[in-house]
């Protein structure tokens, strides 16, 4: 999926240097996260530090893309002006099966049919030239 | 180190909440508000020597040391607060630290909203501020959650709710009744900006859904107002005009600043904050004469009367449906009507949850007074359910 760099007015992340990996692998249709090597668990959001105390270490490690929804919302209203001519869209925490939440959109789906516990699967969505963001569409 | 019994409010400033106001500032609305505490209290301005203010827009930096400048006050202790919805509650457990602390003893708290018309209108309304997430400010929430439009509160209350329903289950009745006897409240309040508006709960069910499984009666209104209280040391309370409210608990708990992160989305940091608060005080639930619980929604009350120990996890809707939340019922919750029909002005709809409790244990809630309260229970809730400040007010130390 592409769109023109022009014609998407939505907000788009900043990357920083810390977070750079990440996006540079969602450009590339992977999802890479932070691990700690201590614990063995899955970090999101990319930090500069591990939560997981100062002794540990975060290691980028490729992730499968699949995981549920643990709770959305259909969006009647826009959440903000850049939604207004969307309609109803769906917002999600998503739990990925490394086991991190994160927030998107369920997409390719009409947004009534969105459940808790529905199994998912990462879609990378190129929104301009230099960006992909990381949404999720049913698993089939 | 405990705060029971050591410092009390003892004057209150309100000011009615309006749709907008015209050419007014912050500043200006706070000092206002600040000085109605301050005579309330029957003090004057050179009496106060510690002021707790917010972060308010014309001055994010030196918020404190504008204040003092702008009332001309002397002050052993200014500082500025920043715990979204919980601010109000967040700026009384202060001013008792900073007594307690002994560093000063008559502290002066103060929150406003200015609302202009011409800022807040139309579908580009939050376009420059930093919910908007036009503005990136760098932050973790701008990058990894405003790009999906995980903007506002709205969605994130919304989430709450639907893992609630999932996890718990609640009907849209019982939520719907939280709005509902809180508009009865309203009706006795000429301040409330719903006043003499009563609404029933297929009105609310009625109303259209803004974010699943939320509808647009479940959801506060933004408004302007501002709302300010006087906490003093206790021995100087008892000198005073009113009868003082003693801070007898307080308990803060802060987990998380986006949803997507809270450790539990339907068990929120307010069991922490209220267990400290209650452990603090020596009060049982069940010696609590009036609620005054944050509402930005409904589901916020409900989550919230369980995190706070007076239902138990997952019996919220049942609770509500077998008490009467009026004032002049079995469990007054939210006298004033709370935020949902009273308005959010800003930090000012937190601070109202404190002001109100404050009037009922003074005796001063005319219309709409509980009968008798000894004890009050507050809590003060910022962001989406993140940072939580709970008090135990009481009429006896």
């Not at chain 2, 408004?223 to 309370?237: H, K, P």
């Not at chain 2, 068990?267 to 509402?295: E, N, P, Q, W």
């Amino acid at each position: 999926m592409s769109a023109e760099a022009s014609s998407y007015a939505k907000p788009l992340p900043e990357p920083s240097a810390v977070s750079l990996p990440f996006w540079e692998g969602l450009r590339q249709h992977k999802l890479v996260l932070q691990r700690s090597k201590n614990t063995g668990k899955f970090v999101y959001y990319p930090r500069l530090v591990s939560p997981y105390g100062p002794r540990d270490e975060l290691v980028w490690t490729e992730c499968s893309g699949r995981g549920s929804v643990y709770s959305f919302t259909v969006a009647r209203r826009p959440t903000a002006p850049q939604w207004a001519d969307d309609g109803p869209y769906v917002i999600a925490i998503v739990e990925l099966d490394e086991g991190v939440h994160l927030t998107a959109n369920i997409i390719n789906c009409p947004p009534d049919s969105v459940r808790i516990g529905m199994q998912l699967n990462a879609v990378f969505v190129d929104v301009t030239n230099d960006t992909t963001l990381l949404q999720f569409e049913p698993a089939h | 180190m405990s705060l029971k019994g050591k410092s009390a409010i003892v004057g209150i400033g309100e000011f009615r909440p309006s749709r907008y106001t015209e050419g007014a500032t912050t500043l200006g609305m706070l000092a206002e508000v600040g000085l109605q505490a301050v005579d309330d209290a029957g003090l004057e301005l050179r009496d106060i020597d510690g002021l707790v203010t917010e972060a308010f827009a014309e001055s994010p930096m030196f918020a404190p040391a504008t204040m003092v400048e702008y009332l001309g006050l002397d002050a052993k202790f200014a500082e500025v607060v920043d715990h979204g919805g919980a601010t109000g509650a967040a700026m009384v457990l202060r001013a008792a630290m900073a007594i307690s602390a002994g560093l000063c003893d008559r502290v002066l708290c103060v929150t406003a909203a200015r609302r202009e018309k011409r800022t807040t209108e139309g579908p580009r309304r939050s376009a420059n501020t930093g919910w908007s997430g036009r503005r990136s400010d760098r932050t973790p929430y701008s990058e990894f959650e405003v790009p999906f439009g995980a903007i506002g509160a709205n969605y994130g209350y919304a989430m709450i709710a639907q893992r609630y329903m999932y996890e718990y289950g609640v009907k849209p009745e019982q939520l719907a009744k939280i709005a509902v006897d809180q508009r009865y409240n309203a009706c006795h309040n000429p301040n409330a900006v719903f006043y003499r508006q009563p609404i029933t709960v297929e009105d609310v069910l009625n109303s259209p859904l803004v974010v699943d499984p939320l509808h647009m009666l479940e959801i506060v209104m933004p408004v302007a107002g501002a709302a300010a209280v006087v906490v003093t040391g206790a021995r100087t309370a008892k000198k005073l005009k009113h009868d003082p409210v003693y801070v007898l608990g307080a308990g803060e708990h802060t987990t998380h600043r986006s949803i997507t992160y809270a450790p539990n989305l339907t068990t929120s940091a307010i069991k922490v904050a209220a267990d400290m608060a209650f452990d603090m005080a020596g009060v049982r639930r069940k010696d609590i004469d009036l609620a005054s619980i944050y509402d930005c929604y409904t589901i916020t009350v409900l989550v919230s009367l369980e995190d706070a120990g007076f239902a138990k996890k997952g019996q919220g809707g049942k609770f509500v449906e077998s008490h009467n939340l009026r004032f002049d019922g079995d469990f007054p919750l939210n006298p004033h009507g709370g935020q949902l029909s009273f308005g959010q002005a800003g930090l000012a709809g937190g601070m109202s949850h404190v002001t109100e409790a404050a009037r009922q244990l003074m005796g001063r809630a005319k219309g709409r007074q509980v009968r008798k309260p000894q004890f009050a229970f507050v809590n003060g809730n910022g962001g989406i359910m993140s940072e939580q400040v709970s008090l135990i007010l009481g009429k006896d130390r």
